[in-house]
């Protein structure tokens, strides 16, 4: 989480795959963004996810009200749609999948009227454009037809979509590919996209968006991050008033830092900042990737 703040990524919905689906395990990861969004005052801003099973994120909010924030599921046009396509063309599968989205944000809608509730409820669609790999796509234009496919059946319902741009190790794209991919679809304004640490999720193994392609396509594209979240970022010395990296920007250990003093931490700054170097190097031997800005062929942390 510092980590992608200190490149002013993650101004949508801060997540994270749970290692375990044990319900305890699940609680935790929960409570910690929770406390992440709640010490930095921007909880009213974003909402968490933790993208367990949803019935077992249901579980842990009956156990523990107001633990969870935004729910993750998988949604299909049909209950056999994630198999083959029995007789009917894809596109058709994937349009009834949005139908469906749509459907269930509107009920979820009045469902929050109907509790007394004026906010409007967080309905996102995220489109995980080729995780499924060669069994459908195999080449970067193939990649990119379905991520502008899926943008353009997404806005013609009035939803809220954002792709995860990424490929399979069994795919014939390569890093460059991948990257060419994101700036073909950037045109059409998806409302957001994953982001990861140098590209590589070590959860599940496959190539997506990295810190970096954030700053890259916000620069080509002449994006910006969300106003509320811009505003956060400046604070925290990431990016200065014109949006551009700051003194800051890269430095997971400075945001690690101002957390620990909003926490009421008295230690000085280079107490905190040698516990954070620490910490940094035990989730690196644990093959968790982390991005840090490289001063001079020297990282700067």
């Known amino acids: 989480m510092f980590d992608g703040w200190s490149y002013a990524v993650g101004d949508v919905v801060p997540g994270t795959n749970p290692v375990s689906s044990d319900p305890s395990?699940?609680?935790?990861?929960?409570?910690?963004?929770?406390?992440?969004?709640?010490?930095?005052?921007?909880?009213?801003?974003?909402?968490?996810?933790?993208?367990a099973h949803i019935d077992l994120q249901a579980e842990v909010e009956q156990a523990y009200p107001g633990s969870t924030a935004l729910w993750f599921q998988s949604i299909a046009g049909s209950d056999s749609a994630n198999g083959q396509a029995h007789g009917f063309d894809m596109v058709i599968h994937e349009s009834r999948k949005y139908g469906f989205a749509?459907?269930?944000?509107?009920?979820?809608?009045?469902?929050?009227?109907?509790?007394?509730?004026?906010?409007?409820?967080?309905?996102?669609?995220?489109?995980?454009a080729?995780?499924?790999?060669?069994?459908?796509?195999?080449?970067?234009?193939?990649?990119?037809?379905?991520?502008?496919?899926?943008?353009?059946?997404?806005?013609?319902?009035?939803?809220?979509?954002?792709?995860?741009?990424c490929s399979t190790l069994h795919m014939d794209v390569s890093l460059s590919d991948?990257?060419?991919?994101?700036?073909?679809?950037?045109?059409?304004?998806?409302?957001?996209?994953?982001?990861?640490?140098?590209?590589?999720?070590?959860m599940l193994g496959y190539l997506t968006t990295g810190f970096q392609d954030h700053v890259r396509v916000r620069e080509k594209f002449g994006l910006k991050v969300n106003d509320r979240m811009a505003q956060f970022f400046r604070g925290l010395?990431?990016?200065?008033?014109?949006?551009?990296p700051a003194a800051h920007f890269g430095d997971p250990l400075w945001v690690n830092l101002q957390y620990r003093k909003k926490k009421g931490d008295t230690r000085t700054d280079k107490k905190i900042l040698a516990e954070g170097r620490l910490q940094l190097e035990?989730?690196?031997?644990?093959?968790?990737?982390?991005?840090?800005?490289?001063?001079?062929?020297?990282?700067?942390?």
């Open 282 to 301: 035990k989730v690196r031997k644990h093959g968790v990737f982390v991005a840090t800005k490289v001063v001079s062929g020297v990282a700067a942390t």
């Open 102 to 128: 749509r459907v269930m944000s509107h009920d979820v809608a009045a469902a929050q009227r109907k509790a007394g509730h004026e906010v409007a409820p967080w309905v996102h669609l995220n489109d995980v």
């Open 130 to 165: 080729d995780f499924i790999g060669p069994e459908v796509f195999r080449s970067r234009d193939q990649l990119v037809r379905c991520s502008l496919e899926d943008i353009v059946m997404g806005k013609l319902h009035g939803l809220t979509i954002g792709l995860d741009v």
């Open 178 to 202: 991948l990257d060419w991919c994101i700036d073909q679809v950037m045109p059409a304004c998806p409302a957001y996209l994953m982001a990861l640490p140098t590209k590589i999720d070590p």
């Open 237 to 244: 010395g990431v990016i200065d008033d014109s949006d551009q």
């Open 25 to 51: 395990s699940i609680l935790v990861i929960e409570r910690i963004l929770g406390d992440l969004l709640t010490t930095f005052g921007i909880d009213d801003t974003l909402p968490h996810c933790v993208l």
